[in-house]
């Protein structure tokens, strides 16, 4: 967020969505981490027991601290779970630590967009530090150079926020295949691990919308200057 002004309107119902985003992933977590699955495997045997199945001998599943810190990273091919994933056994562990293996299934692959998404990740990185300095100084300076470079750097985020997005549903959908067919779930548990993950998936889409009003209000700052 730049800072408050008329345009700052269009941002509230990003931001009502991604708070509702929020507590949504929270209340679905909180209530499908209660219920245990009846195969009894944690979230790390069933990580380290699909990526043998499917030949990722080279890919370690680790244990790693904050809540819901859950990543794959494709630098050093590790599957990170946070502690309540990695020993947890609730239908809830099963569905982030199968969807983060599902991240390193698309890395074996060649799956594009994960691979596009990566590119961006310096000059994401990049917009998203630098964006509110030049958006400042541009409008303050009355520098159309300034506002273009922060349009170009900001674009970067939002084109990253859009490519994560088939990333992540891939990886959701994947998990959800493999937990059902390959009986780590069973049908009716299927059903509360996509609860789990379709909430976080809208987390996702907020960030995105978030990302896209953002944009919006530079491409409006750009437009009165020009008038």
Same mark, same amino acid.
């Given at each position: 967020?730049?800072?408050?002004?008329?345009?700052? !309107? $269009?941002?509230?119902?990003?931001?009502?969505?991604?708070?509702?985003?929020?507590?949504?992933?929270?209340?679905?977590?909180?209530?499908?981490?209660?219920?245990?699955?009846?195969?009894?495997?944690?979230?790390?045997?069933?990580?380290?027991?699909?990526?043998?199945?499917?030949? $990722?001998?080279?890919?370690?599943?680790?244990?790693?601290?904050?809540?819901?810190?859950?990543?794959?990273? @494709?630098?050093?091919?590790? *599957?990170?779970?946070? =502690?309540? /994933?990695?020993?947890?056994?609730?239908?809830?562990?099963?569905?982030?630590?199968?969807?983060?293996?599902?991240?390193? #299934?698309?890395?074996?692959?060649?799956?594009? @967009? !994960?691979?596009?998404?990566?590119?961006?990740? @310096? #000059?994401? &990185?990049?917009?998203?530090?630098?964006?509110?300095? $030049?958006? /400042?100084?541009?409008?303050?300076?009355? =520098?159309?150079?300034? %506002?273009?470079?922060?349009?170009?750097?900001?674009?970067? *985020?939002?084109?990253?926020?859009?490519?994560?997005?088939?990333?992540?549903? &891939?990886?959701? &959908?994947?998990?959800?295949? /493999?937990?059902?067919? &390959?009986?780590?779930?069973?049908?009716?548990?299927?059903?509360?691990?996509?609860?789990?993950?379709?909430?976080?998936?809208?987390?996702?889409?907020?960030?995105?919308?978030?990302?896209?009003?953002?944009? %919006?209000?530079?491409?409006?700052?750009?437009?009165?200057?020009?008038?």
């Amino acid at each position: 967020m730049f800072f408050f002004d008329p345009t700052f !309107l $269009l941002l509230i119902p990003a931001m009502l969505l991604a708070f509702y985003a929020q507590n949504k992933v929270t209340r679905t977590y909180k209530k499908y981490r209660q219920i245990a699955s009846m195969r009894g495997m944690t979230g790390a045997q069933v990580a380290q027991h699909i990526l043998q199945q499917r030949g $990722l001998y080279d890919v370690a599943v680790r244990e790693t601290r904050g809540f819901l810190a859950d990543n794959y990273n @494709p630098a050093n091919k590790t *599957v990170n779970l946070s =502690s309540d /994933i990695f020993h947890g056994r609730s239908l809830a562990a099963l569905a982030v630590a199968a969807h983060e293996v599902g991240h390193a #299934l698309q890395d074996a692959n060649g799956y594009m @967009p !994960l691979k596009l998404r990566a590119s961006f990740v @310096p #000059l994401a &990185n990049l917009g998203s530090f630098a964006v509110f300095p $030049l958006a /400042i100084g541009g409008i303050l300076l009355q =520098s159309v150079g300034l %506002i273009d470079l922060a349009i170009y750097l900001y674009s970067a *985020v939002v084109a990253f926020h859009l490519i994560t997005l088939p990333v992540e549903f &891939n990886a959701s &959908n994947r998990a959800l295949k /493999i937990l059902g067919t &390959n009986g780590y779930l069973y049908d009716t548990e299927v059903i509360g691990a996509k609860k789990v993950l379709n909430a976080a998936a809208l987390t996702y889409v907020a960030s995105t919308v978030v990302a896209v009003m953002e944009l %919006i209000r530079l491409l409006i700052f750009r437009s009165m200057m020009n008038d």
